[in-house]
């Protein structure tokens, strides 16, 4: 079972992202809570860059779980950057549609692999965005749930 680092904008979508981290078809990440990741904030750029170098370096895959706003996050774009330096599988999974805690769907974001290119190839050219299929969140997390690792490892595959 391949291990997980999952990326995404933890303000806007932290309850979209628990649903897909309890699918329970990958080995993820340790969750961080509210309180440690303010922790680390506090510690400034060279904590944060530590804590994702630690996690990275126990992942296999960089999931990035895309929603509304998380192409403009500046540790998003870190952690795309440094897990293709490091050689691990990438992949984007659009979670806009999957319920907040109050129950409502977002909007679809801006494919965050559009920022970056390897040499001249288009780095959205050599990784993938998921976006799965389904009206409901109930649909979109059926189908999140039955390809994710199918995803994963595909992902993987491409980078060895």
């Known amino acids: ?5 999952f990326s995404f904008y933890f303000d806007e979508d932290c309850w979209r992202t628990q649903q897909v981290r309890n699918i329970g078809a990958i080995e ?12 680390v904030k506090k510690g400034g750029a060279t904590e ?4 994702i170098e630690g996690q990275m370096k126990k992942s296999d895959c960089l999931v990035v779980l895309v929603g509304e706003n998380t192409d403009s996050r500046p540790w998003i774009q870190h952690e795309i ?5 490091l050689n691990k599988g990438i992949l984007g999974i659009r979670i806009h549609k999957l319920l907040d805690s109050n129950g ?9 692999f559009t920022r970056f290119t390897v040499g001249d190839k288009p780095f959205d050219k050599l990784v993938d965005l998921k976006s799965p299929a389904g009206q409901t969140g109930k649909a979109v ?3 999140i749930s039955g390809n994710i690792e199918a995803w994963v490892t595909a992902a993987i595959k491409a980078r060895k």
Do not use: C, H, L, Q
């Open 28 to 39: 993820k990440d340790e969750p961080v809570s509210k309180n440690d990741w303010e922790k």
């Open 141 to 143: 997390y059926e189908t």
């Open 81 to 85: 950057k440094r897990a293709w330096a």
């Open 104 to 112: 409502n769907p977002s909007t679809a974001g801006t494919n965050p």
């Open 1 to 5: 079972m391949a291990k997980v680092f």
């Open 48 to 51: 944060i860059e530590k804590w």
